[in-house]
């Protein structure tokens, strides 16, 4: 579910990845379709007890501190250690990363010194359906065709939607467009021209749900002499109880969908050999 630029030659790394552990894949996709069957793989539950295990950085850090979606899909009880391996390269969907030389987002690592800014925006402007759309499609252009791709999208989709959704539903204790997220970085590019790199769907949900990485994030910033701009009020009228409920049912159907093209593939890689896990041989 999502935003952003394409990360130029991630597909072809990915593909090249996974080509090498397609059978592993495929076996995690059977493994995962056979606890769907029994119960226990139906929900993102485990994407919330990942969160609640990710450790806090020091504010200021010093010491590197990253997570991703990537990172994510690869904590699921269901994934082999090899299989996490050919996953790697998808660290760059959704990645957040600093410490004591640098900060960036998506796989861009950008040194303190040629940062001019930090640019604060309110978390729930960018959770929206559309945005959610884009980025599904983007996860899924981003995965060469190959066994245990639908699987894996799966994957993905349901830890994107549970740390979307858990960001969104702390709106009940605090109005979630009340909350503000250093969400985009303006730098010193080429020949001292200034870009900016806006974090995306995912990296913006997790500084929201994760407000200690949040803390520490604003205050390696201003430890580097990094200015944090506060984020602009948001617009008047805006219906936070309404855009949870529209996320959650889109983000529902998307999974259901997703679940019956997953199972579709479990069936038919039922009758396919299998490849012994040489960590076991």
Excluded at 14 to 34: C, L, M, P, W
Excluded at 54 to 83: D, K, N, Y
Excluded at 125 to 152: F, H, N, Q
Excluded at 178 to 205: D, H, P, S, W
């Amino acid at each position: 579910m999502g935003i952003f630029d394409r990360a130029r030659s991630l597909g072809d790394s990915v593909g090249t990845a996974a080509t090498a552990f397609g059978s592993n894949i495929a076996q995690a996709v059977q493994r995962g379709a056979d606890a769907g069957r029994a119960g226990t793989n139906a929900s993102g539950d485990w994407v919330l007890s990942v969160l609640r295990s990710l450790p806090a950085p020091a504010a200021p850090t010093h010491e590197q501190w990253e997570f991703s979606l990537g990172a994510l899909i690869c904590r699921h009880p269901r994934v082999p250690a090899i299989t996490a391996k050919a996953l790697r390269p998808l660290d760059g969907i959704g990645a957040l990363r600093f410490g004591p030389e640098s900060v960036g987002f998506d796989g861009e690592d950008i040194p303190w010194s040629k940062v001019v800014n930090l640019q604060m925006h309110d978390a729930f402007s960018a959770m929206t359906t559309e945005a959610l759309d884009a980025e599904i499609d983007r996860i899924r252009d981003l995965l060469p065709p190959l066994p245990g791709r639908k699987w894996v999208v799966t994957k993905v989709v349901e830890g994107l939607a549970s740390v979307m959704l858990a960001a969104l539903e702390q709106a009940a204790e605090q109005r979630l467009e009340t909350v503000a997220v250093a969400c985009e970085i303006t730098y010193r590019g080429a020949f001292g021209l200034q870009k900016t790199l806006r974090a995306n769907m995912f990296t913006t949900a997790l500084l929201a749900q994760q407000a200690e990485v949040m803390h520490s994030l604003v205050l390696t910033a201003q430890a580097h002499g990094v200015p944090v701009l506060p984020a602009e009020a948001p617009p008047q009228g805006t219906r936070t109880a309404e855009r949870v409920r529209a996320l959650r049912d889109r983000t529902d159907a998307v999974a259901a969908q997703l679940r019956a093209e997953q199972d579709t593939d479990a069936h038919a890689l039922e009758s396919a050999p299998q490849v012994p896990d040489r960590r076991t041989g």
